[in-house]
């Protein structure tokens, strides 16, 4: 069965500070690792990983995988209290369908 | 802009009644997903439609079924709603490209009381 696993499922941290979520993943024929941002609405996209070892970089986020070991990391640098959200992470295998994660709920203070 | 609408933001429904939750996309993707959020278990995948009158069942089908006769429509249906299907409820599409990004709904938030 496939199956996606996030941790920690919760995290606090200060502004400033930089915080790193995880994502295991057993997808069967596994074609994509996509992560998603929940603030109190619709998930918004963030980032696909297709290829081992190729970061993929949005202002202070990034992300990259290991498809030999199944995981990917969501990097956050100098994180701000606008980053408070919901993290979903995704795995899709060749039939499209999206199999996610429990989430990570990350909280910034200020 | 790809739009997913969902008919209704927040509904309640008593024990027993047959549900509606409604999803259009505007994009014409082939591939359209509902799923169920809760506290501590993400997204859970319900049911899985990757063309007009195709369907597939998800995780946590039980208690549900889906209608997909229109390419921009699908439905979820709860055949007698119960207290533990209060939820979150979200509908997403995406293209049949194998690497593609699915679009979100705003959600269904579903009380049965």
């Known amino acids: 069965e496939d199956k996606v696993v996030q941790s920690p499922l919760s995290l606090v941290v200060h502004e400033g500070d930089t915080v790193t979520l995880n994502c295991s993943y057993e997808?069967?024929?596994?074609?994509?690792l996509l992560w998603y941002k929940q603030e109190k609405k619709a998930p918004t996209f963030l980032f696909m990983l297709?290829?081992?070892?190729i970061e993929k970089k949005s202002g202070r986020l990034s992300s990259i995988l290991d498809k030999k070991e199944l995981f990917s990391i969501l990097n956050i640098t100098a994180t701000q209290t606008g980053d408070s959200a919901i993290y979903l992470c995704?795995?899709?295998?060749?039939?499209?369908?999206?199999?996610f994660g429990q989430g990570t709920t990350l909280q910034v203070k200020p | 802009d790809v739009k997913v609408t969902q008919s209704s933001r927040y509904l309640v429904k008593r024990t027993g009644e047959k549900v509606f939750l409604e999803c259009v996309q505007d994009?014409?993707?082939?591939?359209m997903f509902w799923y169920r959020q809760d506290p501590g278990l993400g997204l859970r995948l319900i049911y899985f439609?990757?063309?007009?009158?195709?369907?597939e069942k998800g995780d946590i089908p039980e208690g549900y079924s889906v209608s997909r006769e229109k390419k921009e429509r699908f439905s979820l249906i709860l055949e007698s709603a119960s207290t533990n299907q209060t939820s979150m409820y979200l509908c997403?599409?995406?293209?049949?490209?194998?690497?593609?990004?699915?679009?979100f709904g705003q959600g269904t938030r579903l009380t049965v009381v």
């Open positions: 997403a599409s995406s293209p049949p490209t194998r690497n593609a990004e699915a679009f």
């Open positions: 997808v069967t024929n596994f074609r994509s």
């Open positions: 297709t290829s081992s070892g």
């Open positions: 995704a795995g899709s295998g060749n039939t499209g369908k999206l199999i």
């Open positions: 994009m014409d993707h082939e591939n």
């Open positions: 439609s990757y063309d007009v009158k195709m369907k």
